[in-house]
């Protein structure tokens, strides 16, 4: 009989213990062995894989090549950088579903693919280049086409700027209702906060979605997919969409959900002129409070507050608001906010970073006049 060392014995327990379990209880993560199994998932998938059989490393030319009937899932950025994170991202995601239904990610850019950037290290099973076009009903519909030809399941865009706009339109194309700001998704189910960021919200995996940025892994398996580009035929754009050519909008009516500068006037502002050109000369976007636009001085859809628009500009230049608790609502997102008020005690001067006691009627031609702006004398 051979002799049992019992503090050996228990030593090789323990370890095996701690090596199969964390600290916290749970069973530890293996990402060797992960990727492994991943790498023999696809092999056992794709029957069109060329990997030496033998091979312990893929060597760097190897490539994961898929038949052309699988299952798409197609990603659309409309970056001019040639490897833009968020780019990577929305490939990592896509692939984490591709991996579950055993299909691909064909890559949509518009305007710019860099000949000498190997779409194929970052994730792109296929991709295909559209022209930069300024209409984006007319890209929506180009996109429309390339979901069509793939017969894709999925497409994902970024959730922000021209890619988020995009995005809606493609989805009002294809009469679908698009999920946004995912930031948990897997082939089934998808996942976003509700406005405000509070609640939690989960739903089927719909064909549109657009994703929130940091919170997806870029795609990672040591190994390049093929990154063929595929041409496709586009048709003009359909009759009743017409390209207009760049149209240059002042910052001052941009969107208020959008502006990263505002300029906002309460009922101390009288001097309207002097409002309008204050905010031009900052390069702001007008805003105004609910007694303002009540007053018909605004159109309503610049009214900031809990009735209005929740904004989340960085600034928040504030002329002659007193800070009632429904204003205040809207701006709370605000990184900072300036304050221009004859009342020192204003609710509006408590919340400002900032505060000028002073007359918003002088304190507004100065500014301009300090941006460089004009001022009627
Ligand atoms: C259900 C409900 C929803 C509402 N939703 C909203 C909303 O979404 N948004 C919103 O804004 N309001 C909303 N309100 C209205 C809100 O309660 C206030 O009445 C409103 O915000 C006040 O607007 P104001 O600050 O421009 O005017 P006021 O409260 O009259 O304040 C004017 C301010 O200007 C200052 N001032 C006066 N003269 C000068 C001067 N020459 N120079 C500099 N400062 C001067 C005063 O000291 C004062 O602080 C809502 C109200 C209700 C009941």
């Given at each position: 009989?051979?002799r049992?060392?019992?503090?050996?014995?228990?030593?090789d327990?323990?370890?095996?213990?701690?090596?199969?379990f964390?600290?916290?209880g749970?069973?530890?993560?293996d990402?060797?062995?992960?990727?492994?199994?991943?790498l023999?998932?696809?092999?056992?998938t794709h029957?069109?894989?060329r990997?030496?059989?033998?091979?312990?490393?893929?060597?760097?030319?190897?490539?994961?090549?898929?038949?052309?009937?699988?299952?798409?899932?197609?990603?659309?950025s409309?970056s001019?950088?040639p490897?833009p994170?968020a780019?990577?991202?929305?490939?990592?995601a896509?692939?984490?579903?591709?991996?579950?239904i055993?299909?691909?990610?064909v890559?949509?850019?518009v305007?710019?693919?860099?000949?000498?950037t190997?779409?194929?290290?970052?994730?792109a099973d296929r991709?295909?280049?559209?022209?930069?076009?300024t209409?984006?009903?007319?890209l929506?519909?180009?996109v429309?086409?390339?979901?069509e030809r793939?017969?894709?399941?999925?497409?994902?865009?970024?959730?922000g700027?021209?890619?988020?706009?995009?995005a809606?339109?493609?989805a009002?194309?294809?009469?679908e209702?698009?999920a946004?700001?995912?930031h948990l998704?897997?082939?089934?189910r998808?996942?976003?906060?509700?406005?405000?960021?509070?609640t939690?919200?989960?739903?089927?995996?719909p064909?549109?979605?657009t994703?929130?940025?940091?919170?997806f892994?870029?795609?990672?398996?040591?190994?390049a997919?093929?990154g063929?580009r595929?041409?496709?035929?586009l048709?003009?754009?359909?009759?009743?969409?017409r390209d207009?050519?760049?149209?240059i909008?002042?910052?001052?009516?941009?969107?208020?959900?959008?502006a990263?500068f505002?300029?906002?006037?309460g009922?101390?502002?009288?001097?309207?002129?002097?409002f309008r050109?204050?905010?031009?000369?900052?390069?702001?976007?007008?805003?105004?409070?609910?007694?303002?636009?009540?007053?018909?001085h605004?159109?309503?859809h610049?009214?900031?507050?809990?009735?209005?628009?929740l904004?989340?500009?960085?600034?928040?230049l504030?002329?002659?608001i007193?800070?009632a608790p429904?204003?205040?609502?809207?701006?709370?997102?605000?990184?900072?906010?300036?304050?221009?008020?004859?009342d020192?005690?204003?609710?509006?001067?408590?919340?400002?970073?900032?505060?000028?006691?002073a007359?918003?009627q002088?304190v507004?031609?100065?500014?301009?006049r300090?941006?460089?702006?004009?001022?009627?004398?």
């Amino acid at each position: 009989m051979p002799r049992i060392d019992p503090r050996r014995h228990e030593a090789d327990h323990r370890d095996d213990a701690v090596e199969r379990f964390g600290a916290d209880g749970l069973p530890r993560r293996d990402p060797h062995k992960e990727k492994n199994q991943r790498l023999r998932r696809e092999l056992r998938t794709h029957s069109a894989i060329r990997i030496g059989q033998n091979a312990r490393r893929p060597a760097a030319a190897q490539r994961i090549v898929l038949a052309d009937d699988v299952s798409w899932i197609i990603v659309v950025s409309l970056s001019e950088e040639p490897w833009p994170d968020a780019e990577r991202e929305l490939l990592g995601a896509a692939h984490t579903v591709a991996d579950e239904i055993g299909g691909g990610v064909v890559l949509v850019r518009v305007g710019f693919l860099d000949p000498a950037t190997d779409l194929g290290q970052i994730g792109a099973d296929r991709t295909v280049l559209l022209p930069l076009m300024t209409d984006p009903n007319a890209l929506a519909a180009h996109v429309a086409a390339v979901i069509e030809r793939f017969k894709a399941c999925h497409v994902f865009f970024g959730e922000g700027g021209a890619d988020a706009d995009v995005a809606r339109r493609t989805a009002i194309l294809l009469g679908e209702r698009p999920a946004t700001s995912l930031h948990l998704l897997s082939s089934e189910r998808a996942t976003f906060q509700e406005a405000g960021g509070r609640t939690e919200v989960s739903r089927p995996l719909p064909k549109v979605a657009t994703l929130a940025s940091g919170r997806f892994d870029a795609y990672e398996s040591g190994i390049a997919r093929e990154g063929r580009r595929i041409e496709i035929e586009l048709n003009a754009p359909a009759p009743g969409v017409r390209d207009l050519g760049v149209v240059i909008t002042s910052q001052a009516d941009a969107p208020l959900n959008e502006a990263r500068f505002i300029v906002s006037a309460g009922d101390g502002v009288t001097d309207w002129e002097a409002f309008r050109g204050v905010t031009e000369a900052l390069g702001g976007t007008i805003a105004g409070s609910r007694q303002v636009v009540d007053a018909g001085h605004l159109p309503r859809h610049r009214q900031v507050g809990a009735s209005g628009t929740l904004v989340e500009a960085r600034c928040y230049l504030a002329f002659g608001i007193s800070g009632a608790p429904q204003h205040l609502q809207g701006v709370q997102r605000c990184r900072h906010v300036i304050a221009v008020n004859t009342d020192l005690h204003a609710a509006m001067v408590k919340r400002a970073d900032l505060a000028i006691i002073a007359d918003a009627q002088q304190v507004m031609p100065a500014l301009t006049r300090l941006a460089g702006g004009h001022v009627d004398a």
